[in-house]
């Protein structure tokens, strides 16, 4: 079993800058892959981006190509999603979740569990 929190959203302008984090516990990050999904408002949840149990692969969503990077840190049992040049159609609530998947995998139903979510909101 593997819980996760994220934390780190918030209220930011357009334009500027977040980090999310998801601390695990339960069992060693490591041994998961990890990966950032949104849900916005009236929309359906997708994804954003993935990282390996290695950490040396990653992916990420068109639409955040170039402005987010997912990142994790084996060692704090931390995974992160740095958001830049952050736009008002990034407003949703992020979820972290964890995958068995050895590769970093973009589909939400390879991923067995997920954290509580944290909001976002960009205002223009």
């Known amino acids: 079993q593997v819980q996760l929190v994220e934390s780190g959203g918030g209220l930011v302008q357009a334009g500027g800058s977040l980090r999310l984090s998801c601390a695990t516990s339960?069992?060693?990050?490591?041994?998961?892959?990890m990966g950032w999904f949104r849900r916005a408002p009236g929309k359906e949840r997708e994804f954003v981006a993935t990282?390996?149990?290695?950490?040396?692969?990653?992916s990420h969503a068109d639409s955040v190509k170039g402005r987010f990077t997912i990142s994790r840190d084996n060692a704090k049992n931390t995974v992160y999603l740095q958001m830049n040049s952050l736009k008002p159609e990034d407003t949703a609530v992020y979820y972290c979740?964890?995958?068995?998947?050895?590769?970093?995998?973009?589909?939400?139903?390879?991923?067995?569990?997920w954290g509580q979510g944290t909001q976002v909101t960009v205002s223009s």
């Open positions: 979740a964890a995958s068995g998947y050895i590769a970093a995998t973009t589909r939400s139903r390879d991923y067995d569990y």
């Open positions: 339960g069992r060693t990050t490591r041994r998961y892959t």
């Open positions: 990282v390996s149990q290695s950490g040396d692969s990653t």
